[in-house]
């Protein structure tokens, strides 16, 4: 079963960028939408982006539209999310998954493999 593992958060002042990636072991991300979602004390898991397989359609969250990117790379296994602008908000654990459906949907309970999460911390 594929395993799938986050890297590159940390702290950031507000206004900066950080890139996280998602690499898979064990299996491959091909023919899966993977998906970042993030997660806060105050808040149930939140959905940020996903991209599918078929076709590399995109989504989005309103809160992070036009500032966060998200691509893949199957030949590397790896997924990525490309964060600017941060704001105070987008203060969370980020989460990677993966649909063998290839829905690419918006609930976390579409997706059936996670990663152990990574911090992302906006702070000046």
């Known amino acids: 079963q594929v395993q799938l593992v986050e890297s590159g958060g940390g702290l950031v002042q507000p206004g900066g960028s950080l890139r996280l990636s998602c690499a898979a072991s064990?299996?491959?991300?091909?023919?899966?939408?993977m998906g970042w979602f993030r997660h806060t004390p105050e808040k149930e898991r939140e959905f940020v982006a996903s991209i599918r397989w078929r076709d590399d359609r995109i989504f989005y969250s309103d809160a992070v539209k036009g500032r966060f990117t998200i691509s893949r790379d199957d030949a590397k296994n790896t997924v990525y999310l490309q964060m600017s602008s941060l704001k105070l908000e987008d203060t969370a654990v980020y989460y990677c998954?993966?649909?063998?459906?290839?829905?690419?949907?918006?609930?976390?309970?579409?997706?059936?493999?996670w990663g152990q999460g990574t911090q992302v911390t906006v702070s000046s």
């Open positions: 998954a993966a649909d063998r459906y290839d829905m690419g949907l918006r609930s976390s309970v579409d997706y059936d493999t």
């Open positions: 064990g299996g491959t991300i091909s023919a899966n939408a």
